[in-house]
């Protein structure tokens, strides 16, 4: 008689090779948690450098280093990972150098390892690559390249390093019927970029009064396939005064365009994408949610949701609101927005200024909250009140009055901490700070599962301030290291370069710091 024997495999019983296999097969977050199972299985995900790294990057959001070399092995991209995270866990830099500058820039900026600084009297943009060289003496090797204006029609310019472009935005000449002209071109190689639709756009084309039109303040965002124009108090062809929100896909053949009119009385004050698809604008009354769509194969702009900022006590209002922009290369994590805010009253000459965070993906999950509260938004709709959003899901701080803006990179924020001037009316040094609010990061340290350093964990905290009327943001815990060092500087920012990079602006020159 055949006999059937009951035999019972455990899951650890299978080669390690196939264990692994089945393992690389779970959502990041199901991997986290079988973590937690056993320290056996604990113990095989973390011999496996391609799970860990896994992890690393979509679990705790660890945005990797842009490396030269695609065929770098996993665990050497792991190992460069965790270098970089643990440097800026503990403020501590590996190298310091300094770039003279021969001329103080104009409108000077950051993105991606790349240094781009406006100088009209040479009728360019230089843009400036800095990198460290390997050795112990810690000298620094710039790469240059530049890019042709005319100074006497240039007005601003956007550029990402990701996509190799450069937007330059420059006056019409008298007598057109545009406001401006956009050209897109080639970072490397100063030419149109091999991807732009049409080498030049004209923006706000039939929409302005030619002879009246001179707006006192403009703002350009590039993101993905797209190019945004934001353009205050500019004089209509039919007359009054209006704000113009106008946005492109720089690709496409059809030369996708829309645009947005703004009541001047709405005080619209700034706009930042969010995704290819959304983009926040701030007026001093509301944050408002739009999308891109096509509708009835026409493209358009969608007003989705509308948020209130916290009411502020008479007579103050909010001067003026700016966003932080994400960097498109990181587009593809969860990522931190900063929203600043400077108020005024007729009765002070003080300007308090605030900032506040909150997560992109958070913005994006209130969209359905407001549409099932109140339905797609319309200009007349209500706002979803700051109780219902923002004391829960934001984090404030007060800034001095001299401190630079919030700079951030992923989860992480960097500021310098007080007055670039003392009350004695001297220069001096300030520390840098360093939050972390990456809330994977902020469980691991609860947990105990961090090195050591000079972290501490920060909850509840929330600024008292007789400004408001409802209460502030106090959600958002994060981890905060002050650097010991103290920088003689009156601006900064960071971003990514082969790892995390620091950049000081000090006189006239550049500081680079390198976190790796």
Known sequence: MDQVHNITINFMDFPAELLLNFLGHLDVYDLVRARKICSDIRQLIDSSSELQYLIDVRYFNAIPASLPDCNIAVATRRQLLQESETAWQKAEYSRRNSIPMSYS?????????????????????????????????????????????????????????????????????????????????????????????????????????????????TQTMIFGDYYGL???????????????????????????????????????????????????????????????????????????????????????????????????????????????MCMSAPTTTKSPYFTFYIERNTVLELESTYISCYGEATRDSPNLPWSAWGSKYTRFFKNSYSSCIHRIFGFRTAELIGDLVSREGELQPRPLRIR?????????????????????????????????????????????????????????????????????????????????
């Open 230 to 340: 934001f353009c205050k108090y500019a004089h209509k062809a039919d007359g009054g005064v209006v704000d113009f929100l106008q946005i492109w896909n720089w690709k496409s053949k059809d030369t996708f365009q829309c645009l947005e009119i703004f009541d001047v009385d709405c005080e619209t004050m700034n706009f930042s994408f969010l995704t290819n698809d959304r983009f926040l604008v701030a007026s001093a009354r509301e944050l408002m949610l739009f999308s891109l769509d096509i509708v009835d194969s026409v493209n358009a702009i969608r007003f989705i949701a509308k948020f209130s900022f916290p009411a502020l006590r008479d007579p103050f209002v909010f001067h003026y609101i700016t966003f932080n922009p994400i960097p498109f290369h990181a587009s593809t994590h969860n990522q931190l927005i900063a929203i600043n």
């Open 105 to 217: 820039p104009d409108n000077y900026r950051w993105s991606c390892g790349i240094l781009g600084i406006p100088a009209k009297s040479l009728e360019q943009i230089k843009f400036v690559q800095p990198a460290l060289s390997n050795s112990d003496i810690h000298t620094t090797n710039l790469r240059q390249r530049s890019c042709k204006i005319d100074s006497t029609a240039f007005e601003g310019y956007s550029f990402s390093p990701a996509q190799d472009l450069v937007a330059i935005l420059s006056r019409a000449a008298r007598g057109e019927s545009h406001a401006y002209d956009v050209t897109f071109r080639s970072l490397s190689e100063d030419k149109v970029h091999p991807e732009a639709a049409s080498p030049l756009v004209k923006a706000l084309d039939n929409q302005i009064d030619s002879e009246l039109f001179n707006s006192p303040y």
């Open 436 to 516: 972390d609010f990456n809330p994977h990061r902020v469980m691991d340290f609860k947990a105990g599962n961090t090195i050591e350093s000079h972290q501490r964990l920060v909850e509840g905290e929330t600024p008292n301030s007789a400004l408001f009327l409802e209460p502030l943001g106090h959600g958002l815990p994060y981890l905060e290291t002050i650097s010991q060092e103290k920088f003689l500087a009156s601006d900064m920012t960071y971003g990514s370069k082969q790892d995390n990079g620091e950049m000081h602006n000090v006189s006239q020159s550049i500081e680079m710091l390198d976190f790796e």
